[in-house]
C-alpha cells in the first residue's frame, strides 16, 4: 500500500505565505491602519474626523478671501489728487496784453499779441511743490488740480493781469495701479475721474493670457494682499471692486488640482476644471472607487486646516496651535447612504489628497496567489514523488 506524504511538503509553502500577509504588497495602509495610526507611542500624529452633516456645516465655514469683503466699501476716487513724481504742465492767461505771460502790444498792429504762457512739463518735487514764474513754489501734491489753480491765481494777482490758470496731469504717476503677472502687457494703469473697477484696468493692460478657470487674481493694497480666482470675479459683481492709487495687481496661472491614490480608477494629479468641487465630483473625476479592491467605508481626505476650523472641529487636540495648521484626515463611509449626500456638499480644496483603502479581502486574496504560487512546485513534486513510489 502506498503512501500519499505529499501534505507534509506543503506545510512549509503555506506557513512561508500566512506569515508574509502583513508585508502583502500594498498601496497604503488600509481603513483600519489610517485610524490606529494617529497616535503613535502616546503622540498624536493627525486628527482622525468622520464626516457628517456637523463636520460639513464646520468645514464650510473655511470660507475664501473675498476682495469685496476687503476693500469692497471703498469706492472710485472722487478726485484723483496730484502725488509726488506726476508731470504737471501750466497754462497762464491774462486778460490783456503786455502783462507778465501775454506778449506786448505792437505798435501800427490791429493785434494785441498772445494773452496766454504754457509753462513746460515739470514733476512734482518730493517737497510735493511746483515752480511757477512770479508765484515761486506752489504746494500740487495732496490736491486737486482745481486747488492748485486757484493757489495759483491767488499768488499772481495783482502781478499779471487778471491771470486765469489751467493746471494738466499729463503723466499721473501717483495716481496709477501696477498690473503685472499673467495679463498680455504689464504696465501702470492711471486711474480716471470716473473710477475704474478691477477688470477695466486689466483690461487696460491687455487681459489675461492664461484660461480663465486657472487664473488668480492678488491685489495689494497697503498692508494687505487678497487673492481670488479670477472666475468669482467674472462671476460675482461685488468682487469686481473699485481701484485705488497705489493698488498692485498680480495676475496669476495656479491650476487647481487634487490627488487621487488607492483604490480609485486612476492614481494622478486631477485638474479641477473649475473654481472649485466637491468630494463627489472629485471621485468621478478620479474614476471612482474601484469594484474589485477599494473599501467603500474608507474613503479619507486628507489636508492641512487653519487654526479656526481644526479648533471647532476638535477643540482638546494638542495639535491645534495659535496661528498654525493642523494636519486632519477626513473620513466618510460610502456604505452609509447619507454619505452620499454629504459628499455632494464636502469641499475639495487645491492639493487635497483623496485616499482610498483596499478591501480587507484584498489582502486574503493576494495571500492566496501567494500560495498557490509558492505551493505549486511543492505540489508538483508530491504527485511526482508519488506516482514513482
Known sequence: MRKVSGWPLLLPAVALSLSGCESLPQVGPNAQEVVSQSVEQ????????????????????RAQDTLYTSFGHSGPARSPLVGVGD???????????????????????????????????????????????????VQAAGRTTEAIQDEIVK?????????????????????????????????????TAKGDRLLDVIATAGGVRAPVNETFIQLSRGNRTVRVSMERVVSDPRENVYMQPGDVLTVV?????????????????VPFNSSGITLATALVKAGGLQDNRSDPSGVFVIRYEPEFIARKLRPGSPLVVPGG?????????????NSLFVAQHFPIFNRDVIYVTNAPITDVQKAMQIFVLVSSPATTGASLYTSMK
Open 42 to 61: 502616546n503622540t498624536q500624529r493627525y486628527e482622525v474626523v468622520d464626516i457628517d452633516n456637523a463636520v460639513l456645516d464646520v468645514v464650510r465655514l
Open 253 to 269: 496661472r495656479d491650476p487647481q488640482v487634487f490627488l487621487a491614490y488607492g483604490a480609485t480608477g486612476a492614481n494622478a494629479e
Open 155 to 191: 499768488a499772481l494777482t495783482g502781478k499779471a493781469i487778471q491771470p486765469q490758470v489751467l493746471v494738466t496731469v499729463t503723466k499721473p504717476v501717483s495716481s496709477t495701479v501696477t498690473v503685472t503677472g499673467e495679463v498680455v502687457q504689464g504696465a501702470r494703469v492711471p486711474l
Open 325 to 337: 495648521l493642523t494636519p486632519v484626515v477626513y473620513r466618510l463611509n460610502l456604505r452609509d447612504t
Open 87 to 137: 508731470f504737471v504742465a501750466v497754462n497762464i492767461w491774462e486778460a490783456g496784453a503786455g502783462g507778465l505771460f501775454s506778449a506786448p502790444v505792437v505798435a501800427g498792429s490791429f493785434t494785441t499779441g498772445s494773452k496766454t504762457a504754457t509753462i513746460p512739463d515739470q514733476v512734482v518735487k518730493p517737497s510735493g511743490t511746483i515752480s511757477i514764474p512770479y508765484a515761486g513754489e
